[in-house]
Each structure stands twice: as structure tokens, then as C-alpha cells.
């Protein structure tokens, strides 16, 4: 199942291709490695305490980054916004932020390797002193690339929430609303 949500988020392909997964890049988010040698306790350190804005360098991937922004909303409570590239490029692209948007916002780039360089934008948010950082996640194919960033998201989320202090299980304001 999870192959064929990998492939499908990735795009049509037929057949879908065996999934290969890098075990060892897998292994360097567990817990017991340091935050200096695991990416996603970087990336969720990078996060913490800001409104994440998290977008894919490619439509293809737009779910992907629409997936880490429901697992950073359920699992840490904290504010995350998704966006499309192209939402990005030609609408937050245009804002002009409020002062306090600096402190308050860092934004992340799923990078997927295949869409062009995206260097310009990147400079544009820091030129308006949004602070961004690119992700990248091995993946000889598509659906193994985002299997990697769909696993990636899933451990930046749960980091996040321990940051926060935050069950991820409890999902109290959703339970106080009766919607759980």
C-alpha cells in the first residue's frame, strides 16, 4: 500500500517501480542518533518555535509537503502552512511580510532533484529575512524519493512535538472539539 501511495504521490508511472530505500539515511533519523548527525531533529530544531511554511520544488510533490504540514498540525499542535511552488513562486513570492514575520516564520523546500534550482526565490524570502532551508531525501525514482520525505516528515513532526512537549497521541484541542 504504502508503495503505491509513494508512486501515486509521485506521479503516474506503469508499473510501478520496485521501491528501493536507503536504510542507512532511514537509520540516521532514529533517536539514538545525535541531533548534529540526524537530519530531521535538525530540521525540526530549525522549526521550533516558528510558523513552518513548507512547499515541494515540483507540483509532482505538492502532497508530500501538504503531508508535513497535517503531521506538524496533529502531532506538535504547532502553526504550518503548506504551499504549492507555484504558489510560492507567484503569490508569497509577492508578500511583504510584517516585521514580526521574521522571528515567526522559517520556511522549508522539499527538493526533489528534479525541478530547476530555485536559488532566486530562496534569496528573495532571505532578502525579507525569512529564514529557509532546503530539504533533500535520496530516491533513485520518484515514489523512493517520496517515501523518503513522507518517512522524513514523519520523524520531523514527532521530534517537533517533543520539543513542544506534546503527546502526539492526544490530540487534545481535536478531542475538546468532539471531532475524536
Known amino acids: ?7 501515486g ?12 530505500l536507503d536504510r542507512r539515511w ?18 525540526a530544531l530549525h522549526l521550533y518555535a516558528h ?17 508535513w504540514q497535517s503531521r506538524l498540525l496533529l502531532y506538535a499542535e504547532t502553526a504550518a502552512i503548506f504551499a504549492t511552488v507555484d504558489e510560492m513562486r507567484g503569490l508569497w513570492s509577492m508578500a511583504r511580510f510584517p516585521n514580526f514575520w521574521a522571528n515567526g516564520v522559517r ?13 532566486r526565490l530562496h534569496m528573495l524570502l532571505q532578502r525579507r529575512r525569512i529564514k529557509t532551508m532546503r530539504i533533500a531525501a535520496p530516491g533513485a525514482s ?31 484541542p481535536l478531542a475538546y472539539l468532539g471531532l475524536e
Open 1 to 7: 500500500f504504502f508503495q503505491g501511495l509513494c508512486a
Open 9 to 20: 504521490l509521485a506521479g503516474p508511472t506503469t508499473p510501478a517501480p520496485a521501491l528501493q
Open 26 to 43: 532511514l537509520e540516521s533519523c532514529h533517536p539514538s542518533i545525535p541531533a548534529a548527525a540526524n537530519p530531521a531533529k535538525q530540521i
Open 51 to 67: 510558523v513552518s511554511l513548507v512547499w515541494a520544488d515540483t507540483e509532482a510533490f505538492a502532497g508530500v509537503a501538504a503531508d
Open 107 to 119: 520556511g522549508v523546500e522539499l527538493t526533489t532533484g528534479t525541478a530547476a534550482a530555485s536559488d
Open 142 to 172: 520518484p515514489a523512493a524519493l517520496c517515501a523518503h520525505l513522507l518517512a522524513l516528515g514523519e520523524w520531523v513532526a514527532l521530534y517537533a512535538a517533543r520539543l513542544y512537549q506534546v503527546d502526539p497521541a492526544d490530540r487534545v
